[in-house]
């Protein structure tokens, strides 16, 4: 049997063709992603906008140079017995096409939808041209030039060299002048420092490094709490960010000692942090991988996305959280070179994608000069999206900065993503301030602005109440009924063990003084690994008394799902019985409640109202109430934190609903 392949050549089967030889280690990863998936392109697109009198076949011409000097234009792969090969192949077609669009009712929209269907367009990696570009003409003198490649052939940082080098070849031509010859390296060259790589110390001392980093992964953290396969085309909202808000950056990067990158990711890390309830977040950060010179000035695919696993606690200032970033940033950027789909081979996990929203800040040079035409370089795609990217870029002529949020459309809708665009937007601004005038702490930063308070957190619940915290609601019980019932339990025979209101509001105090001198308070979660009884009562009482969150743990649960439940949450402390305290992990303090000892030292705190001036800190309605796991009959078990505010309301709806009284 033989197979034809483009280029005019006939391979039989089980022959490697002559000057073929193997994928790199990034390239493979894209290879793969594109098997498993093929009707979603592993592409990357970019166009330059360009008003002046354009040369469309010196460009050509131009292109075709600096597609040979790099080598990856003329790239196509070959199949033999279901391993990829790569070859350079001099006689695949590389001229630029010209697609007249100017007598379109919207030629501008007739690009932009051209190109979008282009790079969104499926194609055969073995058959199909890997990198191809157009010239889009959209009025006299006015064009979109048009380049886009496979992922397997170019990453970003080389897809951006074949358009300069371009550039520069076609003004040299129209100035009349000799270009200085390419320094780029053969692509053999480029794979056999991948080789290279691949036997070497500092790949073993970079396994070594993310193993332990990938370890506790786990899921992909997100702002949505589903998944979806990957699109090609993205939805994508945003602009260009506000001059004082550029202003802060700025100067925050001066406090701080520090870059744009290193902020932006730290205000996305507080940002993903503030809206999943987690302390600990984790996000994707994409990196070029070429360490050497020789790499940084050739074409390949090489680029690589690299995880990023950041504590943020609510007692952090900004610069605790960029000066984190900083080291994680700088750790991960010594060993970039370890492939992605290694981490995760490593890791041992099923999941194949990335490890959180990807970070792009991609402040490099944008403007691109044809002869007297001076255009920008605007990024279309950078390849599929499965949950979501934050791209934060310099504008026209680098005097402005964009923030962008690109999406999958099947996780987040048009509205939902103009919401998060928003709300992140003002967010960065909060966070970069928050260390100037009266500093505040990034657990204080504002997360919804007044239009969303109102139309999550109405004001009032049905009842009339006003928006309290859980213990002012248990403060108002006690007021209104202290000698009443508050609790009864089954006692021995047909007796009943009852507790008012006054002895449960006084027992529940000591608990809580007892927790506060833990240093448990506000933002800090408490797991009661208890039945239904007295002390479950009480101790829900007691938590929320010090301010803290609660998160209920059925001791009936498998251990593996308590361990996760306790692990996921980062409850520092527990609260169950001698009965149950063997069956629980060891990772978490457990009190006992009916140890002797526990019970002395409860006793000899004060049973007076626990107030703000006994807490850690003062709480807040917006403070997390509890902690509730769902079932998990779907995947993981999911927290999700429910704010006092928020408690307040459906106790209120559920006074009514129910007919509560007295």
């Known amino acids: 049997m033989v197979e034809a392949v483009p280029g005019g050549d006939v391979t039989a089967e089980g022959r490697i063709p002559d000057g073929a030889f193997t994928l790199s280690a990034a390239q493979r990863g894209m290879w793969f992603a594109q098997q498993l998936d093929p009707a979603v392109p592993v592409n990357i697109a970019q166009c330059v906008e360009l008003v002046g009198a354009l040369d469309v076949p010196l460009l050509s011409e131009s292109l075709i140079a600096a597609g040979r000097e790099l080598g990856s234009a003329f790239l196509r792969l070959v199949e033999v017995d279901g391993v990829p090969y790569q070859l350079i192949d001099p006689t695949l077609e590389a001229s630029v096409r010209l697609v007249d669009l100017q007598h379109e009712p919207d030629p501008r929209a007739a690009a932009t939808e051209w190109m979008r269907r282009e790079y969104t367009t499926p194609l055969d990696v073995c058959r199909d041209r890997l990198v191809t570009s157009a010239v889009l003409r959209i009025g006299p003198n006015h064009h979109y030039w048009y380049c886009r490649v496979h992922h397997v052939a170019l990453d970003g940082m080389g897809s951006v060299t074949l358009v300069d080098r371009t550039a520069e070849l076609y003004t040299a031509a129209v100035e009349g002048r000799t270009v200085a010859p390419s320094k780029a390296a053969e692509l053999t060259d480029v794979a056999r420092v991948d080789d290279d790589y691949r036997t070497s110390s500092r790949y073993l001392a970079d396994r070594e490094y993310w193993s332990e980093r990938a370890s506790t992964l786990g899921e992909p953290h997100s702002l949505v709490d589903r998944t979806a396969p990957a699109r090609a085309r993205s939805r994508t909202t945003g602009g260009q960010i506000p001059g004082p808000l550029v202003d802060h950056l700025d100067a925050a990067t001066n406090r701080h000692d520090s870059s744009a990158a290193f902020e932006v990711i730290a205000a996305f890390a507080a940002y993903l942090a503030r809206m999943t309830g987690r302390e600990e977040v984790a996000v994707s950060l994409p990196v070029t991988a070429r360490t050497t010179a020789l790499l940084r000035r050739s074409g390949g695919m090489v680029s690589n996305v690299v995880p990023l696993r950041l504590h943020v606690r609510p007692d952090m200032t900004n610069a605790d959280l960029v000066a984190a970033v900083r080291l994680e940033v700088t750790a991960a950027l010594r060993h970039q070179r370890y492939p992605h789909i290694d981490i995760r081979r490593d890791a041992a996990t099923d999941h194949q994608g990335f490890y959180g929203p990807l970070i792009n800040v991609m402040l490099f040079h944008t403007e691109i000069t044809l002869g007297s035409i001076v255009g920008r370089l605007e990024l279309l795609s950078t390849g ?45 601004g909060a966070f970069l301030t928050s260390d100037t005038g009266a500093p505040r702490l990034i657990g204080d930063l504002e997360i919804l602005d007044d239009d969303e ?36 339990s089954p006692g021995p025979g047909p007796s009943a063990d009852t507790l008012s209101y006054r002895a449960l509001d006084e027992t529940s105090n000591r608990l809580a003084r007892l927790l506060i001198d833990l240093q448990v308070g506000p933002e800090v979660v408490v797991a009661l690994a208890l039945p239904r009884s007295r002390e479950s009562v009480s101790s829900v009482w007691a938590v929320a008394k010090a301010g803290a969150a609660f998160v209920p743990v059925d001791p009936s649960y498998p251990a593996d799902r308590i361990a996760f439940m306790l692990e996921d949450c980062g409850a520092p402390i527990g609260v169950t019985t001698a009965a149950l305290r063997a069956g629980l992990p060891d990772s978490t303090l457990w009190l006992v409640l009916d140890d002797d000892e526990f019970l002395s030292a409860v006793a000899a705190y004060p049973a007076d109202a626990v107030t703000d001036a006994d807490r850690t800190r003062a709480l807040s309605v917006d403070h997390p109430a509890y902690v509730i796991y769902t079932s998990g009959s779907t995947g993981r078990p999911k927290g999700v934190a429910v704010t006092h505010r928020g408690l307040v309301n459906l106790a209120a709806d559920e006074r009514v609903r129910l007919g509560v009284s007295a």
């Open 453 to 488: 308070r109102r139309s999550l957190v109405p004001a009032t619940g049905r009842a009339g109440f006003a928006p309290v915290t859980l213990p002012d609601l248990l403060a108002g019980a006690v007021r209104g009924n202290p000698d009443g019932d508050a609790l009864v």
């Open 384 to 428: 599929p999206i499965s949950d979501l990217a934050v791209n934060v870029y310099h504008g026209v002529a680098g005097t402005s900065l964009n923030l962008d949020l690109e999406a999958n459309p099947d996780l987040y809708s048009e509205d939902a993503l103009h919401a998060h665009h928003a709300r992140f937007t003002r967010f960065l």
